[in-house]
């Protein structure tokens, strides 16, 4: 989760100041309150900020070019499926191919 983005900023600089060529922040909830947004977007150290859709973002993608967005809904769906149809949730890790 990233909410006001401290902890990931000063980890990003630490990393490139320790010779890291690109930083890549990945996160399942994009949380992203105040400002965060255009910090992110303002931090040199940070190349590409990735969350999954799985709390309302579109304002906060709008506020920061870096940003990309994964959609689990479909992944999320099928979930709530098997497990209401009592079906395995195995199928959901052994089938996830790079293009999901």
């Known amino acids: 989760m990233i909410d006001e983005a401290r902890t990931?900023?000063?980890?990003?600089?630490?990393?490139?100041?320790?010779?890291?060529?690109?930083?890549h922040v990945m996160v399942t909830h994009g949380i992203l309150?105040?400002?965060?947004p255009e910090d992110?977007?303002?931090?040199?150290?940070?190349?590409e900020v990735v969350v999954c859709n799985t709390t309302p973002i579109k304002d906060k993608a709008?506020?920061?070019?870096?940003?990309?967005v994964i959609d689990v809904s479909?992944?999320?769906?099928?979930?709530?499926?098997?497990i209401h149809n009592g079906e395995s949730m195995?199928?959901?890790?052994?089938?996830?191919r790079g293009d999901d």
């Open 8 to 23: 990931f900023l000063d980890a990003a600089r630490l990393l490139k100041s320790m010779g890291a060529t690109k930083v």
């Open 33 to 36: 309150s105040g400002s965060a």
């Open 40 to 47: 992110l977007a303002e931090c040199d150290a940070i190349d």
């Open 62 to 68: 709008e506020r920061c070019p870096k940003l990309k």
């Open 74 to 82: 479909i992944m999320i769906a099928e979930a709530i499926r098997r």
């Open 90 to 96: 195995a199928h959901l890790y052994q089938n996830i």
